[in-house]
């Protein structure tokens, strides 16, 4: 790097199954750096086959960061790692330049590269309507509501999250304005420069690989993984793909061959609302898993100007 002066958050974003983890590591063994996951499963210590959280060995000797953060029990969400990530990068750039992000959680990745916008005044008496309404009348309710009052927001937001939906609900009904376009402030000034590198892969490539991946998370045990998490599945942490479907199984409701499937096809439509996350601005350089020495240049090519 000539200009060592610059500080480089190089974002390696997509959908999940892509190969993000594997590509992360090779960069950072080049880069001499550090990785930090942006998905917002992986940030709890139960949850490892479900969430692909990377061995020791797929680790490489590489320290991540912000894996097997906390606990499911305790409440996370992006405002907490935008704060959690930005005190970790002033200290980590005290001494080191570049520093890799990995992961798919686009929401995560936002906030610490633009902040979360100033959305804070609750509204305790309208967020309980809401939850009596939720509680009463479902999911589907709350899908109907969002769709209705925020149609571009309904189109990326994580559908089957009743947070996400349920916090959207309120700032559409408490200012009358749509989330989506109150969710696009102006960005908080950072220390860092953002490399941003999407990968992504043709479709059926890709829903091949979260096949495959779902058949090997189960071989790893991630049956006896949600079992034992049974008990707490009541937790929004736990409200997660891979989890709830064989929850779903533990409950007597489906069978174990028809959970599985579900996983399959609840990952693909996951990966799909991310591409589409990912490719709502033009922030992102598109990449397959095959080029590799594209990507490279790219930094490289940066890090030089």
Request: proline share 3%; glycine share 6%.
């Amino acid at each position: 790097m000539q200009n060592t002066s610059a500080k480089y958050l190089i974002i390696i974003a997509g959908p999940t199954a892509v190969g993000k983890t594997a590509l992360s590591i090779l960069l950072a063994k080049k880069l001499n750096c550090e990785i930090i996951s942006a998905d917002s499963r992986q940030v709890y210590k139960e949850m490892s086959i479900g969430t692909a959280k990377p061995d020791a060995i797929e680790m490489d000797g590489i320290p991540h960061h912000f894996i097997n953060h906390l606990s499911v029990k305790e409440n996370y969400n992006a405002g907490a790692y935008e704060r959690d990530v930005i005190h970790f990068l002033n200290e980590y750039f005290q001494t080191k330049n570049c520093i890799i992000m990995c992961g798919g959680t686009g929401l995560y990745i936002d906030a610490v590269c633009n902040g979360m916008d100033e959305l804070n005044q609750a509204n305790f008496e309208l967020r309980k309507e809401i939850e009596k309404n939720f509680n009463e009348f479902g999911l589907s309710w709350l899908q109907e509501k969002v769709q209705q009052l925020d149609p571009e927001y309904y189109k990326v937001v994580d559908q089957k999250n009743p947070a996400r939906l349920k916090r959207a609900l309120e700032v559409c009904l408490s200012t009358g304005k749509k989330y989506s376009d109150q969710r696009t402030s102006p960005s908080k000034k950072r220390t860092f420069i953002p490399i941003k590198i999407l990968l992504n892969e043709d479709r059926e490539i890709l829903y091949q690989r979260i096949n495959k991946r779902v058949d090997i998370m189960m071989e790893k045990g991630l049956l006896n993984e949600a079992t034992e998490l049974y008990p707490l599945r009541h937790l929004n942490a736990l409200n997660t793909v891979g989890y709830k479907e064989l929850f779903g199984y533990l409950d007597g409701k489906i069978s174990l061959e028809f959970a599985i499937d579900e996983i399959k096809k609840n990952s693909r439509r996951y990966a799909k609302r991310q591409i589409t996350w990912f490719t709502k601005t033009n922030e992102y350089k598109k990449y397959s898993t095959k080029d590799v020495d594209g990507i490279n240049e790219t930094i490289l090519n940066i890090f030089h100007q």
